[in-house]
């Protein structure tokens, strides 16, 4: 799944994308650049399932690779899933791209993924979904980066 963000647009603004199946077809190359250009960031979600292939690693600057939960979760005892976490990690070494392992549910993945390289991680291990209107962010304190685990994990 492609994801576009960008602090110059307004979020409710729907501007019309390429659909997945199509986005890295011919004479697309020059559109990727050209929402660079306009300071809009593109992100690879659930990087190794459905549309999200190795070939967009081609065609789009991304900024942001997430990989999805499915090899997060068999690093441990899985040595494919380790394989593809690994060569994930060794196509974003690209100047900016920041990578991020969804479903972090262990310590152990937590610790193995670090290890690896991985900039980010989310997943139950840190917190459950909550719905926005319970999100309370007035006294919240949120980390600039995660690189130790949370004090009610850790203890």
């Known amino acids: 799944m492609l994801i576009f963000t960008s602090p110059r647009i307004d979020p409710d603004t729907k501007p019309p994308l390429p659909a997945q199946s199509t986005a890295a077809g011919p004479g697309?190359?020059?559109?990727?650049?050209?929402?660079k250009n306009l300071g809009i960031s593109i992100a690879l979600d659930?990087?190794?399932?459905?549309?999200?292939?190795?070939?967009?690693l081609t065609v789009f600057p991304f900024d942001k690779i997430k990989i999805d939960k499915s090899f997060t979760q068999g690093v441990l005892n899985r040595r494919d899933c380790r394989a593809i976490v690994a060569s994930t990690l060794a196509l974003a070494q690209g100047p900016g791209t920041v990578t991020t392992a969804e479903g972090v549910e262990t310590e152990e993945q937590f610790d193995y993924l670090r290890a690896a390289g991985v900039d980010l991680v989310q997943g139950y291990l840190f917190g459950r979904p909550v719905p926005i209107a319970q999100l309370d962010l007035h006294d919240a304190k949120l980390p600039n980066e995660v690189l130790t685990l949370p004090a009610a994990v850790s203890g």
């Open 28 to 35: 697309s190359r020059s559109l990727p650049r050209q929402l």
């Open 46 to 56: 659930d990087f190794g399932t459905g549309y999200s292939s190795v070939n967009y």
